[in-house]
């Protein structure tokens, strides 16, 4: 049978499964919440028929555990009533110790339990140790009455189902994270909902780059994908026209979005469109230049080309293009040289951009 753990009071985690005889049972670590090789636990119960703790008093528990560790990490502490002692599996090869090399899964905890009982579950408490070292996720709790052989489990599944974070963004009414759920390593984004504080899976094998406003920025599959968080219904699949390399040039501002760095972009979020830019014979508009934000939703596209700079100004909200030529500035503006803010990484300016030229300062000013 296929069980998850209940979460119960202080910590504990709680397996039930039908009722039966034994007097032997073994509790398998399958795998880590952290993907890591090792297992350890605080403290173990065995649950009677009407799913109250077995007394431990004629306990005899086995387990493998870390032996460099002094008393810390024996199997009796999982017995000793005492949440704050734990017993962990082996972190270090005994024959090899200098190398560090982690015994792999799975580790055994066996337990006599000194007579005969009807048992119907089990609750473990993880330890409490840093980065939840040990952490069971899949398990395996058999059962058998004196030395029989040990069978099919009676309860198999999942511990811990704990997420590990990458990152994560907050929007308004969400926060967006990606994390991975071992032991399964495909990375996923999921979105938690701050009013109703539910949690969903809204990417698979997906990373979050970006949050700009509402908008999630992901990558799954080599798609970017936009994902709204005032709006879990939201999804606009900007792939192919972003190429998922060029990612880092996308500007989002309001429900508009804009690249230029390379080929120019512009697209209305809110209807999920991309505008039509009619081709321009003869332009070098589409090749690699500068992208510059000017003011209210208009951004300059400068290409040098031979001894002076193609100049296109964008319009986000209509999607039109103004071309021109500026004759007089003879050289390359070389992005480095322009002086903007630490940290920006775009480029703008009101209505006038300064640049230094080896040691002249110049300044161009828009025109109203």
Not at 57 to 83: Q, S, T, V
Not at 112 to 123: A, E, P, V
Not at 181 to 189: E, F, H, S
Not at 338 to 353: C, M, N
């Amino acid at each position: 049978a296929s069980n998850i753990a209940t979460p119960v009071d202080d910590g504990w985690l709680e397996v039930r499964f039908p009722e039966r005889t034994a007097s032997w049972i073994r509790l398998a670590a399958l795998s880590e919440v952290n993907g890591q090789g090792w297992a350890s636990a605080a403290e173990l119960h065995v649950l009677d028929a009407e799913g109250k703790p077995l007394p431990r008093n004629k306990w005899a528990i086995e387990a493998e555990h870390e032996r460099n560790n002094g008393l810390r990490a024996l199997p009796r502490n999982l017995i000793d009533g005492d949440p704050l002692t734990w017993w962990h599996s082996p972190w270090k090869d005994p024959e090899k110790p200098v190398i560090g090399k982690i015994i792999p899964h799975p580790h055994f905890i066996h337990i006599n339990l000194g007579q005969n009982y009807r048992i119907s579950g089990f609750r473990y408490l993880p330890a409490r140790i840093h980065n939840n070292n040990g952490m069971i996720r899949d398990y395996e709790f058999h059962s058998r009455e004196n030395h029989q052989d040990w069978g099919n489990p009676v309860a198999a599944g999942v511990l811990v189902n704990r997420l590990r974070v990458t990152r994560n963004y907050f929007g308004p009414g969400a926060v967006f994270f990606d994390a991975r759920n071992y032991p399964g390593k495909d990375q996923a984004v999921f979105r938690h909902d701050l009013d109703k504080q539910t949690t969903k899976l809204v990417e698979n094998q997906a990373h979050l780059l970006s949050m700009h406003g509402p908008y999630a920025l992901i990558t799954s599959q080599n798609k970017l994908i936009l994902r709204r968080s005032d709006d879990p219904s939201y999804r606009f699949e900007l792939t192919p026209h972003i190429n998922h390399g060029h990612h880092g040039h996308i500007v989002i501002e309001g429900d508009r979005l804009a690249m230029g760095r390379h080929k120019i972009v512009v697209a209305d979020l809110k209807k999920k469109q991309f505008l039509e830019i009619p081709e321009s014979p003869g332009s070098r508009r589409n090749h690699n230049g500068t992208f510059v934000r000017i003011s209210n939703g208009h951004f300059l596209k400068i290409v040098h080309h031979g001894n002076k700079q193609e100049l296109s100004l964008i319009n986000t909200a209509s999607g039109k293009i103004l071309e021109g030529t500026m004759e007089i500035q003879t050289e390359r503006f070389a992005e480095e040289r322009f002086i903007k803010a630490p940290g920006q990484r775009l480029l703008s300016f009101g209505r006038t951009l300064l640049f230094y030229d080896n040691s002249t300062l110049s300044a161009w000013v828009t025109a109203d």
